[in-house]
């Protein structure tokens, strides 16, 4: 191959993937406004638990704002998370759940009557999996 060559599809490549990309991402903007949004039902000895353990921190009107950002539970029945982001949170749930590390260590020492049973922990674990399962194959 010369030198031309090899110089001159890669400008070419660069200029075609610049001129596409905005092109793309209207497309992809104009798909995700179309798409259906997914929400979760939470039956209620779940949502108990959620209450108890986790939405101080992990919903709208939370003021740790980190925690929102990470989870917002609300998101789950409000159609604003989209359907991988779902099952990303479910994932990252079931993650924290597995390894008993939320709610975090010091919220654990101040509230202990808000630190998860080991019932209440593999409830949860159980049905975070199940609906991160079903969300995968719809
Ligand atoms: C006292 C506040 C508080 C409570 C209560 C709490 N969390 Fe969190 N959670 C946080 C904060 C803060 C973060 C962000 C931590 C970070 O980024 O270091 C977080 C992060 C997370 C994450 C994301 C982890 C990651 O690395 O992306 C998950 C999932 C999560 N929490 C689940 C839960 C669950 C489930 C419960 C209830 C059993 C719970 N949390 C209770 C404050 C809380």
């Not at 209450?51 to 740790?64: A, E, L, R, V």
């Not at 630190?115 to 922990?121: M, S």
Request: charged letters at 25%; proline letters at 5%; a positive charge.
């Amino acid at each position: 191959m010369s030198k031309i060559v090899k110089v001159i599809i890669p400008i070419i490549s660069f200029i075609v993937f610049f001129t596409l990309l905005p092109k793309l991402e209207l497309n992809q903007v104009q798909s995700i406004n179309t798409k259906p949004s997914y929400s979760i039902l939470i039956p209620a000895n779940i949502q108990s638990i959620l209450d108890k353990s986790c939405i101080g921190c992990h919903s709208s009107d939370s003021k740790n704002f980190k925690g929102k950002m990470k989870l917002n539970l609300d998101h789950f029945t409000d159609g604003k998370y989209s359907k991988g982001k779902l099952i990303a949170k479910l994932r990252g749930m079931a993650k924290v759940l597995t390894k008993k590390s939320m709610p975090p260590k010091k919220f654990r020492a101040k509230y202990p009557d808000k630190v998860l049973t080991a019932q209440e922990n593999s409830v949860l674990l159980d049905w975070v999996k199940v609906q991160g399962h079903d969300l995968m194959t719809k």
